[in-house]
C-alpha cells in the first residue's frame, strides 16, 4: 500500500500544499516549526481519523482559517482509493473514502495500516499507563474490527457508570442502578483483556529481534500485559469496587486500569534506561508494531519516521538505515534536521526517492525541493 498524492489545506501550520510522493522513501529536510512534522500527522489522521497528538480536531485548522481538508490518494492491493478528511469550525468533521461519507469513523481504521515513530512516543515509557494502553489498543484497531467495536462500547459503558456515580454522589445508590453498567463493562473487558494478552504474547519475539540488530544483541527487552483482575473475574472486581468507586465518584477496577510493563534487562526501562537506549527501545517497539500489522493485515504499513535519529549515536542509526532500507519495509516518510541522515539512506540502498527541502527562504512561506533541487511547490505557511 502506498500514498500516491496528498492535499493539504490549512492543516495546523500548513496554508497549501499538493505533494506527490514516491512509492518509497520520501524524505522532508528542514529546520524545527517549518512544518515537516505537520505533513507526517496529516497522513497519519487520513489512516487513523484523527492527529496523532490527540489534539481536539478544532485545533488543527490553521489559526484564523474556516477550515482544514486533507485529501490523499492510494494505491491498495492493486486498487486506487481516494480518502478526504474535512472539518469547518463549528461543524462535525468529514470523512469520505471514493466520495462516499462513512456513518461511523470507526469503519475506516485499518483500511491504510500506518505506524509512526515521533518524539513524543518517549511518554510511552515516560508517561502514565494510559499512554501504553493507547499503544496497544492503537496496533489491534488496526486489524482487528472486533475488539475496535468491543473497545467503543467499553469506553461507553465507563462514561456512564463514571457520570452515574458522579451524579449520585453522597447520596443513596442502588446496585440495581449501576449493575447493567458493570455487566457492560465485564462483558466487553473479557474481549479487550483476552485480546490484548494475546497481542503481548505474539509481539514480543518481533521487539526481541528488532531490538537485537539495534543494539547488537546485547540487552534483553519485554513487554508483558498488566491486568488489574483477570478475564473472568472482571465483573466480580467491578462489584467489591464500588463503595470506593462511590467515595471517589469513578470506576477503579477494570480494563481502563491495566497496564504494560516495558522492561530492559529484567527492570523497568524508565529507570534503567539511558536517553539512547530508550530511543532504540521505542523504535524497536514500533518496528516490530510494523511486523505484527504486516503479518495481520497482509499488508506494508506506511511507516513514518519524524526525527527518528536524533540523540542516537552512528551504529545505532546505520542500524536503523539498513533495517527501513530492506524489502521488508514499503513506502517510508521521514522528517529529519539533518541531510546527511538521508544521504546515509540513499547511499546504503539504492531506492526510489523524493527528498523534499523545507525552509523559510522568503518571509512566512516554505518550500518543497525536489530531490533534482527543482522546485517542486511554494506553500505559505505561518510559524508554529
Not at 522513501?25 to 490527540?54: E, P, Q, R, W
Not at 489534539?55 to 485548522?61: H, M, S, T, Y
Not at 498488566?226 to 462511590?246: C, N, Q, Y
Not at 477503579?252 to 523497568?268: C, F, I, Q, S, W
Request: charge should be positive; hydrophobic fraction near 35%.
Amino acid at each position: 500500500m502506498i500514498v500516491k498524492s496528498l492535499e493539504i489545506v490549512n492543516y495546523k501550520n500548513i496554508g497549501e500544499a499538493t505533494i506527490e510522493c514516491s512509492p518509497r522513501f520520501n524524505c522532508f529536510i528542514g529546520n524545527n516549526g517549518m512544518g515537516k512534522t505537520n505533513v507526517l500527522d496529516a497522513i497519519y489522521h487520513l489512516s487513523m481519523c484523527k492527529g496523532y497528538f490527540n489534539l481536539p480536531d478544532a485545533q488543527n485548522i490553521r489559526h484564523g482559517e474556516p477550515f482544514f481538508l486533507l485529501q490523499g490518494r492510494y494505491e491498495r492491493e492493486g486498487e486506487e482509493i481516494s480518502v478526504s478528511c474535512g472539518m469547518r469550525r463549528g461543524e462535525r468533521k468529514v470523512f469520505k473514502k471514493n466520495k462516499k461519507s462513512y456513518e461511523r469513523l470507526s469503519d475506516h481504521v485499518g483500511l491504510l495500516p500506518l505506524v509512526m515513530i515521533s518524539p513524543s512516543d518517549a511518554a510511552l515509557i515516560d508517561g502514565g499507563s494510559e499512554e501504553r494502553r493507547r499503544f496497544v489498543d492503537g496496533v489491534i484497531s488496526q486489524c482487528d474490527k472486533e475488539y475496535l467495536q468491543r473497545l467503543i462500547r467499553y469506553n461507553r459503558a465507563l462514561a456512564q457508570r463514571n457520570s452515574l456515580l458522579k451524579e449520585r454522589a453522597g447520596r443513596p445508590l442502588e446496585r440495581e442502578a449501576i449493575e447493567p453498567w458493570d455487566e457492560q463493562l465485564a462483558d466487553n473487558g473479557r474481549v479487550i483483556l483476552r485480546k490484548r494478552e494475546e497481542f503481548a504474547r505474539e509481539f514480543e519475539e518481533e521487539f526481541q529481534h528488532f531490538h537485537d540488530r539495534l543494539a547488537s544483541g546485547r540487552e534483553r527487552v519485554a513487554l508483558r500485559y498488566a491486568a488489574t483482575a483477570p478475564a473472568d473475574d472482571l465483573l466480580a472486581a467491578l462489584r467489591a469496587s464500588l463503595p470506593r468507586d462511590r467515595l471517589l465518584t469513578y470506576t477503579t477496577a477494570g480494563a481502563h486500569r491495566d497496564d504494560v510493563a516495558l522492561t530492559l534487562e529484567g527492570y523497568p526501562v524508565k529507570k534503567l534506561g539511558s536517553q539512547g537506549q530508550k530511543k532504540s527501545f521505542l523504535t524497536a517497539l514500533k518496528f516490530a508494531q510494523f511486523a505484527y500489522l504486516t503479518r495481520r493485515t497482509g499488508m506494508k504499513p506506511l511507516l513514518l519516521l519524524d526525527d527518528v535519529f536524533d540523540k542516537l549515536d552512528a551504529g545505532r542509526v546505520s542500524q536503523i538505515v539498513r533495517i527501513v532500507s530492506g524489502d521488508r519495509f514499503g513506502q517510508v516518510f521521514i522528517t529529519d534536521t539533518n541531510r546527511q541522515h538521508v544521504d546515509e539512506i540513499l547511499r546504503v540502498e539504492a531506492v526510489e526517492h523524493r527528498v523534499f527541502s523545507v525552509g523559510d527562504r522568503q518571509p512566512g512561506a516554505v518550500l518543497f525541493l525536489s530531490s533534482e533541487n527543482d522546485i517542486f511547490a511554494r506553500e505559505k505557511m505561518q510559524p508554529t
